[in-house]
């Protein structure tokens, strides 16, 4: 356990969860599915089974520190990694691991996002545990994969090779396919969903940062002197504005010849529309999600999230999404959702800053 530690990316703003995710506080640090846990909260305490608390870490935007001091004030100032600029998931793994290798040159590290939802604890922790345990022997970079239910377009797909042992050798990585291709993926059942949780030693990853991503590496070396220091923050600042913006998909995930994936049957979701939080949330006997005051007549397979201070009352509506979070309301059919990224850019190009 004390070799162990974990990378949680909590920078993001999900605009696809507008209103609810605003810039100013976006979803992963809300109560999402009304547990009482932000979704950060949830990612910590699910890692505190698997890691010493001091050994994990969270990579945000420098705009939400406080929130994240705030939503866990037992972690120290060390373990919050703030990024001036967001520059995607490869510079913020590397920031990370730059760090916990000066710490612990030994260390196993998981990676995941703070805004998933992983509904079969026991199962996510026995999955993790054989992953490290063979990241801990092997130059192997692991991801989960999760069993596609359906066709989707906001996943990436990872094709393996099927042979006899439980860890598959990768064979490609297609980061979210159009619904054509999504269609054969599924059909030819050897695709499986990139999770984007990710499970390595920290010196095999270093290592493809430096064959993969070398323009990274030469950035983050200048700063070998200062990482866990008072000096950090600085550096960073100046190195951020640098680094190439790349995810650690396209950068190294799918260029690495010593990717794994490990089938894991978790009750995923990454949560990251509209329908994915209806498709997990518990239903009414008409096929409603309902977080708040909400009174509905006639009305059918709908996900209301308004505030609890406010009575909604809904009258024949069917597969639709009512959200309401500060000062917007969204009315939108369900399968209309892609279109929430449309609405947010109105709202900021024809109403303003107040409103995103």
């Given at each position: 356990m004390q070799q162990t530690y974990a990378i949680i990316m909590a920078g993001g703003i999900g605009t696809r969860f507008w209103p609810f995710s605003r810039v100013s506080n976006p979803k992963q640090f809300h109560d999402v599915l009304g547990v009482g846990e932000s979704m950060l909260q949830m990612t910590v305490n699910r890692f505190k089974?698997?890691?010493?608390?001091?050994?994990?870490?969270?990579?945000?935007?420098?705009?939400?520190?406080?929130?994240v001091k705030q939503q866990i004030p037992y972690l120290s100032e060390n373990?919050?990694?703030?990024?001036?600029?967001?520059?995607?998931?490869?510079?913020?793994?590397?920031?990370?691991a730059y760090k916990i290798n000066q710490i612990n040159p030994k260390a196993n590290i998981i990676v995941a996002p703070a805004d998933h939802v992983i509904l079969k604890?026991?199962?996510?922790?026995?999955?993790?545990?054989?992953?490290?345990?063979?990241?801990?022997?092997?130059?192997?970079?692991?991801?989960?994969?999760?069993?596609?239910?359906?066709?989707?377009t906001n996943y990436g797909y990872i094709q393996y090779l099927e042979e006899g042992k439980e860890l598959k050798k990768v064979k490609t990585f297609t980061e979210k396919p159009n619904l054509e291709i999504a269609q054969v993926f599924l059909e030819s059942g050897d695709f499986v969903w990139n999770a984007g949780i990710f499970i390595w030693n920290v010196q095999s990853i270093l290592k493809a940062f430096y064959e993969f991503l070398p323009e990274i590496t030469e950035i983050f070396d200048e700063g070998i002197p200062v990482f866990n220091t008072d000096q950090e923050a600085a550096f960073i600042n100046r190195a951020y504005s640098h680094c190439r913006n790349i995810s650690i998909d396209y950068g190294i995930m799918e260029k690495a010849n010593n990717v794994y994936m490990l089938p894991s049957n978790l009750g995923w979701s990454d949560l990251g529309t509209w329908n994915s939080l209806y498709a997990i949330g518990d239903k009414d006997a008409q096929g409603n999600v309902i977080d708040g005051e909400v009174m509905l007549y006639e009305t059918?397979?709908?996900?209301?999230?308004?505030?609890?201070?406010?009575?909604?009352v809904v009258d024949g509506l069917n597969d639709f999404i009512i959200a309401e979070y500060d000062n917007v309301l969204m009315i939108c059919p369900?399968?209309?959702?892609q279109r929430v990224k449309d609405f947010l850019?109105?709202?900021?190009n024809k109403k303003g800053q107040n409103f995103i």
């Amino acid at each position: 356990m004390q070799q162990t530690y974990a990378i949680i990316m909590a920078g993001g703003i999900g605009t696809r969860f507008w209103p609810f995710s605003r810039v100013s506080n976006p979803k992963q640090f809300h109560d999402v599915l009304g547990v009482g846990e932000s979704m950060l909260q949830m990612t910590v305490n699910r890692f505190k089974k698997l890691c010493a608390p001091e050994n994990i870490f969270i990579v945000t935007n420098s705009d939400y520190r406080d929130l994240v001091k705030q939503q866990i004030p037992y972690l120290s100032e060390n373990q919050i990694l703030c990024e001036p600029i967001g520059r995607n998931t490869a510079p913020a793994i590397a920031y990370a691991a730059y760090k916990i290798n000066q710490i612990n040159p030994k260390a196993n590290i998981i990676v995941a996002p703070a805004d998933h939802v992983i509904l079969k604890q026991e199962a996510f922790e026995e999955r993790i545990k054989k992953a490290l345990a063979a990241a801990s022997k092997s130059d192997v970079l692991i991801t989960l994969g999760i069993t596609p239910s359906r066709p989707d377009t906001n996943y990436g797909y990872i094709q393996y090779l099927e042979e006899g042992k439980e860890l598959k050798k990768v064979k490609t990585f297609t980061e979210k396919p159009n619904l054509e291709i999504a269609q054969v993926f599924l059909e030819s059942g050897d695709f499986v969903w990139n999770a984007g949780i990710f499970i390595w030693n920290v010196q095999s990853i270093l290592k493809a940062f430096y064959e993969f991503l070398p323009e990274i590496t030469e950035i983050f070396d200048e700063g070998i002197p200062v990482f866990n220091t008072d000096q950090e923050a600085a550096f960073i600042n100046r190195a951020y504005s640098h680094c190439r913006n790349i995810s650690i998909d396209y950068g190294i995930m799918e260029k690495a010849n010593n990717v794994y994936m490990l089938p894991s049957n978790l009750g995923w979701s990454d949560l990251g529309t509209w329908n994915s939080l209806y498709a997990i949330g518990d239903k009414d006997a008409q096929g409603n999600v309902i977080d708040g005051e909400v009174m509905l007549y006639e009305t059918t397979n709908c996900i209301v999230k308004t505030p609890k201070d406010r009575l909604v009352v809904v009258d024949g509506l069917n597969d639709f999404i009512i959200a309401e979070y500060d000062n917007v309301l969204m009315i939108c059919p369900k399968q209309d959702e892609q279109r929430v990224k449309d609405f947010l850019a109105d709202a900021k190009n024809k109403k303003g800053q107040n409103f995103i």
